[in-house]
């Protein structure tokens, strides 16, 4: 399942947002990208949904709404059994125009959020146990730009980003505690406009996916890093 933003222009003017998906069998043949269905209480012209995760047959995402009367962005919790109809699960009140997040649950059912803010405010970190409708929320040290990360069964986070920086930003991991905490950071070989890292463990090392422009040209990049090497 891949989700993407869709935007719709007219004489160069954004008009409306709505997120699609494509689904595929074997990861080379994808269906054509459809809309998704928003139910219509919390539907939007402006509405992206931002990374599906799944948790056994359900699929939970934020979706972040914008260009809000007040110059303000809402972020919902949503959920999904299909992949195409969501429906609204709560409504965290996050001020500093939140919007890229990621979910993701720890060995106790409960759902992590890592949310990205705006008008250079730093990143959250929140966590909710079932039904996901109370949040407890710690502002991290940091900015965050494509949040991403993963839960460790030790109690610690892997965390991928782009380092803001005077310069250059870098794409960054960083192994935290469960409240975004650092512990250690490894740089990337990463520069200009840079981010966005998809993160998979195999093989005891830590699979990273990202772009970077830092060689004269954007382009995606594969890097992996020992487990141990993040540890200690």
Known sequence: MVVMGGSHYVSGKLVDMLSHVSFSYDGINFTRPSPVSVENSIRSPFDWIWRVTWKGNTGYAVMYRSRMQDNSNRIMVIKTTDGTTYKKVSEPDIDSLPNEATI?????????????????????????????????????????????????????????????????????????????NVEKTIELPSGGDTSYPGLLIFRNRLWISYYSGHEGKTSIYLAKIRNKDLLH
């Open 104 to 180: 993701r649950f720890d060995r106790n059912n409960n759902m992590l959020i890592l949310l990205r803010r705006e008008a250079n405010a730093k990143g959250m970190l929140g966590i909710s146990s079932p039904p996901y409708n109370d949040w407890k929320w710690s502002c991290l040290a940091y900015r965050l730009g494509g949040p991403n990360f993963l839960v460790l069964k030790n109690n610690r986070l892997y965390i991928g980003s782009r380092l803001y920086q005077p310069g250059s930003a870098k794409t960054v991991i960083y192994f935290t505690d469960t409240e975004g």
